[in-house]
């Protein structure tokens, strides 16, 4: 077969952007020229919640899991010498979305790009982002409207972009079933089609242009046959929905578009050089099946679970998508599957289940409806719940983790300090000073009149991308914007989902939990406390809240009091608690980078307040060189990816709290 025969190759692309815009710029250049032909940004968590990098919250975060933009300056410089117009463009952003499209559209229209010709997605998916990721900020209901606008907006203005891309995949890392990743998914597009034809601005016969505009992103996993027929049954419930519920007739219009990363959290810690298998398994599962093949693929790097990959470690990432859709025969050859019995029967049932809970949902009144009750979240912490049960006890096995832990040293990790790539410290002091720079060089009147109108038309029912596009030309700050929102909006906590989450592991006696739950009975015994208590804390603006939400269920069953509230915590808010509380130990969950800041601000304000003796934990990727920095700094404990074992954790609390009390050791079977 010629090339000419072949299929095209799927859009290739790497997650990418850290310190500043211009570091992050020069990256995605370089990337381009080993032959991505796409990218994919990734924003700082400032960038993603709202805040500018001189808030409290920020402290700590700028640039660290991805790039900081602030205003207009920010988006020139990180596309600087980048055509818009001819770049495909991902925007992994949520509820800041309408404003990074804003500044993006402004920094296109400087370029003199046509805005037709403009390609690209923005996530825009804050229904997952209540549910798995945490960077929410306004409740469902304005947050819907948000995304309506947005919509509505570019299906007249940039008519080629994907104004959503509703995104499963935190859903899979947050323990969802093949099932639950669909049927939320699915249950998220429908309100907001709902929404969006509701809104009135959609003339009936261009309901199949805002249809074909909708995509999705996607999770693979390791189980890739499972995977692939999820992909097959997504894009047959995507036809019946949008066929049957919106009348849609074009085939094309109705077909299941979407990206895909493969899973990051899955990826170990321990051997890490196994990840790289893993990575080919799972992108497989959404590439060999012609019919469902992912439009797009974005790959992590081996060493994701360590901390945040080097330029070379992406680029063996991108190597891997480019040797499969240029060396193999896999673009030659029509759908693989077609006529298979076994892949029929599964893509049958994965449909027939997914429909099942899809109605449950409807139901409910619908998806915000079950994002407010805490239905889908402490579904999700079961789920997460009973897949770590069936790691610990062997039932799923992982290798290098709980099978085959012994290894030759790893060539990859003779230097963990090195294998990874590590953000300056003193950038967030630089990205600051630049920022002050921005606000005091601008038209200040101009600043205030746009965030008037944007708070006129946020009050009313107008449309609120035109405000925001004018708020970016005057010069308006990620925080300035999303300030005025929070004023009119408010702000939302998700439900944490711990408290409805059935029991997992067995308790039953001579088992590991039967033995921790003996050791805290009687140190709360010996301490005459009636209950150990336990904090759980998330400092900072990290919202992968998984193993805060793990770590709190298996206390929770071991006998502790849990006291969890959640994400984005000041270090303040953290030791407020904590002496309010009067807690036994403090638990903090950190995947961001930022804990070489927090943590240390956490231990001193304990100290401040007589509590210097009160032991502090802390959980999350964290180099072993930092991890070295926060023992000598006081904290009592530091685990990792590696340490997977969630009992043994809890029983290791436990005897921090013996230590910190002058408690002799204490072993204990049941």
């Not at 949520?94 to 996530?123: F, I, K, P, S």
């Not at 027939?352 to 899809?358: K, L, R, T």
């Not at 906590?493 to 939990?513: C, H, K, Q």
């Not at 130990?585 to 003796?613: F, K, M, N, Q, T």
Request: with cysteine.
């Amino acid at each position: 077969m010629t090339d000419r025969q072949k299929d095209r190759p799927w859009l290739m692309r790497t997650y990418a952007g850290h310190s500043t815009a211009e570091a992050s710029n020069e990256l995605y250049r370089r990337n381009l020229a080993k032959g991505q032909t796409g990218l994919s940004v990734a924003f700082d968590l400032p960038t993603q919640t709202g805040y500018d990098p001189d808030h409290v919250l920020a402290r700590g975060e700028v640039g660290r899991v991805g790039v900081p933009v602030s205003h207009l300056g920010d988006m020139r410089r990180l596309f600087q010498d980048i055509p818009l117009e001819r770049t495909n463009t991902s925007m992994t952003i949520n509820a800041t979305a309408m404003w990074l499209l804003a500044l993006y559209q402004v920094v296109a229209e400087e370029q003199g790009a046509d805005l037709a010709l403009l390609r690209g997605t923005t996530q825009n998916d804050i229904v997952k982002e209540y549910l798995s990721r945490g960077t929410h900020v306004f409740p469902p209901g304005p947050s819907l409207r948000l995304t309506t606008d947005m919509i509505t907006y570019t299906v007249g203005r940039i008519p080629k972009w994907n104004p959503i891309n509703i995104c499963s995949y935190h859903l899979q890392e947050a323990g969802a079933t093949p099932v639950q990743e669909i049927a939320y998914a699915m249950s998220t597009a429908v309100a907001v089609l709902d929404a969006v034809f509701a809104s009135g601005r959609i003339p009936d016969e261009r309901r199949g242009e805002v249809v074909s505009r909708i995509s999705f992103f996607v999770n693979a996993g390791v189980r890739f046959v499972e995977e692939m027929c999820k992909m097959r049954a997504f894009s047959r419930i995507w036809d019946r929905v949008t066929r049957e519920r919106y009348g849609i007739e074009d085939a094309g219009q109705r077909r299941f578009r979407y990206g895909v990363q493969v899973n990051s959290l899955g990826l170990t810690e321990a051997q890490p050089e196994n990840n790289v298998q893993r990575i080919v398994l799972e992108m497989l599962a959404v590439t060999l099946s012609r019919d469902a093949r992912a439009r797009a693929v974005q790959l992590p790097a081996w060493n994701e679970a360590l901390g945040l990959p080097r330029p070379w470690d992406q680029q063996w990432s991108l190597r891997i998508q480019q040797v499969l859709a240029h060396e193999s025969d896999l673009l030659e050859y029509p759908d693989l599957f077609e006529g298979s019995h076994v892949v029929e029967a599964k893509v049958a049932a994965l449909v027939a289940e997914s429909f099942e809970e899809i109605d449950r949902i409807e139901g409910m009144g619908g998806v915000m409806a079950a994002v407010e009750s805490g239905y889908l979240k402490s579904r999700l912490v079961s789920a997460h719940a009973e897949r770590r049960a069936r790691i610990e006890s062997g039932e799923e096995r992982i290798v290098g983790v709980n099978c085959y832990e012994s290894t030759e040293p790893s060539p990859l990790t003779a230097d963990l300090d090195t294998a990874i790539m590590m953000v300056d410290p003193a950038n967030e002091a630089r990205v600051v000073e630049a920022l002050g720079t921005w606000r005091a060089t601008r038209d200040g009147a101009r600043v205030t009149d746009a965030l008037a109108a944007l708070k006129a038309v946020a009050t009313g029912t107008g449309s609120l991308m035109a405000a925001s596009v004018e708020c970016a030309r005057a010069g308006v700050t990620t925080g300035e914007w999303s300030g005025a929102l929070r004023e009119v909006f408010g702000e939302f906590r998700a439900p944490t989902g711990v408290s409805g989450a059935p029991v997992a592991v067995s308790a039953e006696r001579g088992t590991p939990l039967a033995a921790v739950r003996e050791k805290v009975s009687r140190t709360a015994t010996e301490l005459g406390c009636g209950r150990l208590r336990l904090l759980v804390g998330k400092p900072g603006l990290d919202g992968h809240s998984n193993g805060a939400e793990q770590i709190a269920v298996r206390a929770r069953d071991a006998g502790f009091e849990v006291v969890y509230q959640g994400i984005r915590l000041t270090p303040e808010q953290i030791v407020s608690a904590a002496l309010a509380e009067d807690v036994h130990c403090v638990g903090l969950s950190i995947l961001s980078g930022s804990h070489s800041a927090l943590v240390p601000d956490v231990l001193e304000r304990l100290r401040e307040a007589g509590a210097g003796d009160l032991p502090v934990i802390v959980g999350g990727i964290i180099p072993n060189a930092d991890a070295e920095e926060l023992r000598a700094a006081g904290v009592a404990a530091v685990f990792t990816p590696k340490d997977f074992g969630i009992t043994e954790i809890i029983g290791r609390i436990v005897d921090e709290i013996r230590i910190a009390n002058k408690l002799d050791p204490l072993e204990v079977s049941a």
